[in-house]
């Protein structure tokens, strides 16, 4: 799962990260600095997360001295345990104050589920280890073993971590006191200890561990030792690595490049393959999942569902739709699907379906749900709406995937009350066109001024006569309730019809009137609709 975190897994955060730390092997975790970078850590399948003092305090426009407050670090917390299932290591620097504002901030962490807190062994306002690190003083003993029991105290999750770090060899100081310090620590309750070192090798480190008792599981920082292998640290007996601000070091290269470029060239022309689309931020935003809740949550979008059968690949059509179904060519730079979707959008319709056939890989628009028709070849336009059968029920607009057509057309057909209606160019542009069409003959012509008069379908067939046809049916239909279920026992006759793959929708309506004269309204409309075919025939190339 990506994106929007939606259910809870069973283990607790704290769970997490002590399973990470008891692990028989050595386990380790990145920085993030806000909740986008930790979904892209969780994504890594790294299994943990370390909040850092160092880059959170960057990120916020502040240094690492203590100067991001404890409420400003909680609500990024609080946004970074809402968007992963990872748990998050914080880095709580000296505890933000006394043992009374470390109790404050252990009780708040576990109200947000953050997995633990590690303490250093430092003065506030402290500075960063690597900074004027000789110059800087440790916090006496006792009153750090108080502050962690008070910290120990006061958690309300039993797996909380309470980690503690000593800045001993930071300051200069050698490993019998680093290693005095974490017994201490232990003693007064530490659930792990992390020793820091500045080195350039693991040596120190390694030093350290050959002393440790082994009271708690012990975790080191390689910022400066990063060479180190995973086996080194799992043979001197490291339980979690911290990779401590890399996320934070990989993003501030990529965005100096990304401005010094724009900065000096005043275009973005040449990085468009250099940086994600807009599309992948959609995807980390989990864009998909808010259509998905919209169709459990919200009632007052539309009750109209939209099938669209988008399977064949086109007459005629082979230069085009080599790489990509019918349904996907660009109309004026936007697949002509898209553009149905969105119109289908504007109206509050948002259940779609799309029947695929051909290069189904090549045809998967956002928010929409499949059907196949793999036999598309053969069955046609009834083996596809045939296929779409589960979506057929309450009420629907069908239309072919490969039709264009102004909004307003749409919004006649979800007007009509009528349980069936069709939608009939009454412009008559087929006559001396030479193309096919389904053409059709209605109950009186196309009228020329205003009418009440309501038109029904008497027949509808592509050989009807010049003299005969009053217009076109453009592709869509829409159907309610009672009128869906008409259409679907027309549809199963006629496919029970010897050599029913000859057959296509011609044949349902056929049936539907047959049965019921006035069965299928008609609304008429003049052009603005098109098919592909038809529009591929006007201006052939890439984009039509
Ligand atoms: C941090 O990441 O903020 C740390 C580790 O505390 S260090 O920057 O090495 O001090
Ligand atoms: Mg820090």
Redesign the pocket.
């Known amino acids: 799962m990506t994106g929007t975190k939606t259910q809870k897994s069973s283990l607790s955060n704290p769970r997490k990260l002590r399973n990470l730390l008891e692990s028989p092997k050595v386990e380790h975790i990145l920085?993030a600095h806000n909740a986008l970078s930790a979904s892209l850590v969780e994504e890594a399948g790294i299994p943990g997360l370390?909040a850092?003092?160092?880059?959170l305090s960057c990120a916020a426009g502040l240094r690492?001295n203590s100067e991001l407050t404890m409420s400003e670090v909680l609500d990024t917390l609080e946004s970074i345990t809402a968007k992963v299932q990872i748990p998050i290591l914080f880095?709580g620097d000296t505890g933000y104050g006394q043992f009374s504002h470390f109790q404050q901030l252990v009780r708040k962490l576990c109200l947000r589920e953050v997995g633990g807190v590690c303490i250093e062994d430092k003065v506030f306002p402290k500075t960063?280890?690597?900074l004027r690190s000789e110059g800087q003083s440790l916090a006496p003993v006792d009153e750090f073993c108080g502050k962690l029991r008070a910290g120990k105290d006061a958690q309300s999750d039993p797996d909380f971590i309470v980690a503690a770090r000593t800045e001993a060899l930071i300051t200069g100081l050698d490993v019998s006191e680093a290693i005095d310090r974490t017994e201490r620590y232990a003693e007064a309750g530490a659930d792990a200890v992390l020793i820091?070192s500045k080195a350039r090798t693991f040596a120190q480190v390694q030093e350290f561990l050959s002393k440790w008792s082994g009271a708690v599981p012990v975790i080191c920082?390689p910022?400066t030792y990063y060479a180190t292998p995973m086996d080194a640290f799992q043979q001197a007996g490291v339980s979690l690595v911290i990779w401590?601000?890399h996320m934070l070091r990989a993003s501030i290269g990529a965005m100096q490049d990304l401005a010094n470029h724009i900065g000096r060239s005043g275009t973005a022309r040449d990085l468009e393959d250099k940086i994600v689309p807009v599309k992948e931020i959609f995807r980390l935003q989990d864009a998909d999942g808010l259509l998905e809740g919209e169709k459990v949550y919200l009632n007052q979008g539309s009750s109209t569902s939209a099938v669209v059968l988008a399977a064949s690949r086109g007459r005629g059509l082979d230069e085009l739709t080599r790489d990509k179904p019918k349904a996907m060519i660009p109309i004026s730079g936007t697949p002509a699907i898209e553009k149905m979707l969105q119109s289908f959008r504007a109206e509050g319709i948002k259940d779609i379906s799309i029947v695929r056939g051909y290069m189904p890989e090549a045809l998967a628009p956002a928010g929409a749900s499949f059907f196949e028709n793999p036999g598309w070849e053969q069955t046609g336009e009834l083996g596809s709406l045939s296929a779409a059968r589960s979506a057929l029920k309450g009420d629907v607009v069908i239309a072919y995937g490969d039709t264009i057509f102004k909004r307003y057309i749409l919004q006649l057909l979800l007007s009509s009350d009528a349980p069936i209606t069709i939608a009939v160019d009454g412009s008559c542009s087929f006559l001396d066109s030479g193309r096919s069409a389904d053409r059709v003959k209605i109950s009186g012509p196309s009228p020329t001024r205003y009418t009440e008069e309501e038109f029904v379908l008497e027949q509808m067939t592509e050989n009807l006569s010049d003299a005969e046809a009053d217009g076109e049916w453009i592709g869509m239909l829409r159907t309610k309730g009672e009128g869906t279920e008409r259409l679907v026992e027309a549809l199963d006759e006629v496919l029970a019809l010897p050599e029913s793959e000859k057959l296509d929708m011609c044949a349902v309506f056929e049936r539907l009137v047959a049965r019921d004269p006035q069965a299928v309204r008609v609304i008429y409309v003049q052009g603005d609709w098109i098919d592909i075919n038809s529009l591929a025939d006007v201006a052939r190339g890439g984009d039509v």
């Open positions: 920085e370390w850092s003092s160092l880059t690492d880095d960063n280890s690597f820091h920082v910022t401590a601000n």
